[in-house]
Structures are given as structure tokens and as C-alpha cells.
């Protein structure tokens, strides 16, 4: 795990969002358990996750289920904001992970997927604003959420009323 950097998610010349990065490397080894607590704690506290495979290696592709499962466990919610990316588009004759499975694995997580090279910088901007419009997409459906609780439930109400209400053009 790396300390957070700041990265500014710029639209044109307008500043949208600053977003602190975490970046995680999860191994099974004799570490694990001094990290988890630590690594769970961060989990908890972020908005939203870029789940990164190498489209180069066929393992990193089949922990990308098990980071996913990780983040559920660890916030309780399937509905966390995250955003899937196979990596290294540039070693194309390197292939063992297909566009269409990352693809397929995307629409399994309801997430936006790409297909990135970081040696080339292609897309990476793209992977940054699509995490920022999911997480702003899911504080939206949140708001939105808690003002349909808080709003009475008063159309039964308003039908038994109805009848009884005055009507503005009536004279008295």
C-alpha cells in the first residue's frame, strides 16, 4: 500500500474533484495478517475502487473477483461505486485475458470497464472521470433515496380528502 496522493480530476480548464489514491497490492502471504486491519480501515473510508487486471496474465484477471468479494465483505454493500480496468492494451501479443471477458465481468459488477496502458497513458484519464461519475451517480441515487423516505406517504390521504376540499373557483 502506497500513501495517498492527491489527484486532481480536471474537465477542461474547470476543477471537478480531488481525490486521494490509495493504491493496494493484495498477496496471500506471511503479511497478510498485519495489513488486513489497516487495508480494511482504508477500504471502508474510500468512495469509490479501480479494480485493476493484467490482460497479460490470466491470474490477475481471476483475483479481480476475489478484490470485488473483498470490498463487499469489508463494506457490507454491493452497491460501492467501482470501475474495472485491464491493463497493458499495449502488449497486445501478450494477450490471455479477451476484451469480451472483461467486458462480461463488467456487466456481471454493473461497473464501467476499460482497456488501458499505463506505459502509454492511454485511457487513464478516462478510468479517473468514470470513477468520479460513478461515485457522484451513487451519492445522487442516495439523496434521492433519502428524500423519497422522508417524504409522507400521503396519497391515501389525499384521496379520502379530495372530495372535501374546496375548489378555488367555488363561491361561498
Not at 503479511?31 to 482504508?42: G, H, L, P, V
Not at 454491493?78 to 501478450?94: A, F, I
Not at 463488467?106 to 484519464?125: G, K, L, N, V
Request: aromatic share 12%; hydrophobic share 35%; with cysteine.
Amino acid at each position: 500500500m502506497t500513501p495517498p496522493s492527491k489527484m486532481l480530476i480536471k474537465s477542461g480548464s474547470v476543477l471537478m474533484m480531488s481525490l486521494p489514491i490509495w493504491t493496494f497490492w493484495i498477496q496471500l502471504d506471511r503479511y497478510q495478517a498485519e495489513f488486513t486491519a489497516m487495508r480494511d480501515q482504508y477500504m471502508r473510508a474510500g468512495e469509490g475502487f479501480i479494480i485493476c487486471y493484467s490482460i497479460t496474465d490470466r491470474r490477475s484477471f481471476h483475483e479481480v473477483r476475489e478484490f470485488k468479494q473483498l470490498i463487499y465483505r469489508v463494506r457490507r454493500t454491493d452497491d460501492t461505486p467501482v470501475v474495472l480496468v485491464g491493463n497493458k492494451s499495449d502488449l497486445k501479443q501478450l494477450r490471455q485475458v479477451t476484451k469480451e471477458e472483461g467486458l462480461a465481468l463488467a456487466r456481471e459488477f454493473s461497473c464501467p470497464f476499460f482497456e488501458t496502458s499505463a506505459a502509454y497513458r492511454y485511457y487513464i484519464d478516462d478510468v479517473f472521470h468514470a470513477l468520479v461519475r460513478e461515485i457522484r451517480r451513487k451519492e445522487k441515487e442516495a439523496v434521492l433515496a433519502m428524500e423519497k423516505k422522508s417524504k409522507p406517504k400521503n396519497s391515501v390521504w389525499k384521496r379520502l380528502k379530495s372530495p372535501f376540499r374546496k375548489k378555488k373557483d367555488s363561491v361561498t
